[in-house]
């Protein structure tokens, strides 16, 4: 049962326009969701997180949008950059906390941004 | 700064062989991760220690282990390797719980290819 789903395998966008990246989840215990980029032959880079309790985090031309009623959240790219073009994973963060969590993933979606 | 670092990159094993598969966290994180990526999917969580203790694991067999070391390095273990443990192997590690999303860095990961 995917908990986390990324229904886009890939996408593509013109350099300069806005990329949105979106992702389902269905466990209403996740309290917190992050976004991570990964080229070829590298680990996953950490872009953006946003808490439960938020609907909206902002770091430079990234912006994560949360709408819990809808268990949806997006990755808003603007503008998007043709160094952008990786692959996106949705992740969502569970566990009893303090030092005991782990991350839910998606499946990924490619994006590409042309020149 | 050393990010993670894991060993080796890349493996090629028969079935039924065993693999130890390594990882030297960023310094000063005391919190160690493993994940399991096959392709096309998103990383799958397997193992979680804190302090040299498991605090996680994930839904993998007993043929799966893990342990972390007074350095906080880890390894991680497989047994009785079958096709279907053919993957990219991602180590993350984290600095100590002081709330927010306690983000997970990601080494580059170790390729197991399983004839």
Redesign the interface.
């Given at each position: 049962d995917q908990q986390?789903k990324?229904n886009s395998p890939s996408l593509s966008v013109q350099e300069g326009r806005i990329s949105i990246l979106n992702c389902d989840y269905t466990n209403s215990m996740f309290d917190?969701f992050?976004w991570?980029k990964k080229y070829p032959?590298?680990?996953?880079?950490?872009l953006i997180?946003i808490?439960s309790i938020k609907d909206k985090n902002e770091d430079g031309r990234f912006t994560v949008f949360l709408n819990k009623s809808a268990k949806h959240l997006s990755l808003h790219i603007v503008p998007s950059q043709p160094g952008d073009s990786a692959v996106y994973?949705c992740?969502a963060?569970s566990?009893s906390g303090?030092?005991?969590?782990?991350?839910?993933?998606?499946?990924?979606t490619l994006l590409t941004v042309n020149p | 700064d050393a990010g993670v670092t894991q060993s080796p990159t890349h493996l090629i094993k028969t079935r039924g062989q065993h693999v130890t598969l390594r990882c030297s966290p960023i310094s000063g994180h005391k919190s160690v991760s493993w994940y399991q990526q096959v392709l096309g999917q998103g990383p799958q969580f397997i193992f979680q220690y804190y302090e040299k203790e498991e605090r996680g694991r994930g839904n993998f067999p007993d043929r799966f282990s893990a342990r972390q070391f007074p350095n906080y390095s880890s390894e991680l273990n497989v047994n009785a390797l079958l096709l279907g443990d053919s993957a990219l192997y991602l180590c993350a590690s984290s600095d100590v719980p002081r709330g927010g999303a306690n983000v997970l860095t990601f080494g580059a990961g170790s390729r197991l290819t399983v004839l």
């Amino acid at each position: 049962d995917q908990q986390v789903k990324q229904n886009s395998p890939s996408l593509s966008v013109q350099e300069g326009r806005i990329s949105i990246l979106n992702c389902d989840y269905t466990n209403s215990m996740f309290d917190y969701f992050l976004w991570y980029k990964k080229y070829p032959a590298e680990g996953p880079t950490f872009l953006i997180s946003i808490s439960s309790i938020k609907d909206k985090n902002e770091d430079g031309r990234f912006t994560v949008f949360l709408n819990k009623s809808a268990k949806h959240l997006s990755l808003h790219i603007v503008p998007s950059q043709p160094g952008d073009s990786a692959v996106y994973f949705c992740a969502a963060r569970s566990g009893s906390g303090g030092s005991n969590y782990k991350l839910t993933f998606g499946k990924g979606t490619l994006l590409t941004v042309n020149p | 700064d050393a990010g993670v670092t894991q060993s080796p990159t890349h493996l090629i094993k028969t079935r039924g062989q065993h693999v130890t598969l390594r990882c030297s966290p960023i310094s000063g994180h005391k919190s160690v991760s493993w994940y399991q990526q096959v392709l096309g999917q998103g990383p799958q969580f397997i193992f979680q220690y804190y302090e040299k203790e498991e605090r996680g694991r994930g839904n993998f067999p007993d043929r799966f282990s893990a342990r972390q070391f007074p350095n906080y390095s880890s390894e991680l273990n497989v047994n009785a390797l079958l096709l279907g443990d053919s993957a990219l192997y991602l180590c993350a590690s984290s600095d100590v719980p002081r709330g927010g999303a306690n983000v997970l860095t990601f080494g580059a990961g170790s390729r197991l290819t399983v004839l």
